[in-house]
């Protein structure tokens, strides 16, 4: 069940990358910053045994400093994207769980 819920967000992170461009550059900045250092929070949970969670997971400031980083890049692979190709036909299932909800287009 771990590894479908961890699959399904890694659609969703793929999903924001491609939205994130619609942000100020700033916004970006500190988006793909925070989605990077909480995509890493995944593998650490598979990691721990099974069944098992080992409290809270979290990035140690090594770790944080990589994924804004890996940020950083993201947004400027954005932006060279944004240039040269066409933005990618989003995935609309990844909507389905908000059907219903208060505010949802239908």
Do not use: C
């Amino acid at each position: 069940a771990v590894e479908i819920l961890l699959r399904r967000a890694r659609e969703h992170y793929r999903s924001a990358d491609e939205g994130v461009r619609f942000l100020p550059a700033r916004a970006q900045l500190a988006v793909q910053t925070a989605s990077r250092t909480y995509e890493a929070i995944g593998p650490r949970v598979l990691a721990a045994p099974s069944g098992t969670l080992p409290g809270r997971v979290h990035v140690n400031a090594a770790g944080k400093a990589l994924h804004m980083t890996r940020g950083i890049a993201s947004v400027i692979g954005l932006r060279a994207r944004a240039v040269l190709w066409a933005v990618p036909e989003h995935d609309n299932r990844l909507h389905d769980a908000l059907a219903g909800l208060p505010g949802v287009a239908g």
